[in-house]
Nanobody, 120 residues
Framework: QVQLVESGGGLVRPGGSLRLSCVASGKIGGLYAMGWYRQVVGRQREFIATSTNRDTTDYADSVKGRFTISGDFVNKTVYLQLNSLKLEDTAVYYC??????????????WGQGTEVTVSS
């Protein structure tokens, strides 16, 4: 059974930093991407960043230059460094892992989320 466990969330002041971690366990066939999303109550989950096994990364415009993603596909771990945090970064942050399911189709797995609160 695949599990993704996030850690590193917490309360931080505006301008501060946090480092989120996510470790996946269990077999993920054809793991090719790991990423981060976030969600605020009442809103849709939004893409934040992704890292692929080809060493490519992509970011949402809202976090470019402030957040940095790094993936370790050997250990099925992904990190998200959050710098220059803003009040609007407050959300639950979810880790994702994308691979190929037993039916040969892409499959995305999710963690349970870690809460980030930016407040003065």
């Amino acid at each position: 059974q695949v599990q993704l466990v996030e850690s590193g969330g917490g309360l931080v002041r505006p301008g501060g930093s946090l480092r989120l971690s996510c470790v996946a366990s269990g077999k993920i066939g054809g793991l090719y991407a790991m990423g981060w999303y976030r969600q605020v109550v009442g809103r849709q989950r939004e893409f934040i960043a992704t890292s692929t096994n080809r060493d490519t990364t992509d970011y949402a415009d809202s976090v470019k230059g402030r957040f940095t993603i790094s993936g370790d596909f050997v250990n099925k771990t992904v990190y998200l460094q959050l710098n220059s945090l803003k009040l609007e970064d407050t959300a639950v942050y979810y880790c994702s892992a994308e691979g190929i399911g037993t039916n040969g189709r892409p499959r995305k797995y999710w963690g349970q989320g870690t809460e980030v609160t930016v407040s003065s």
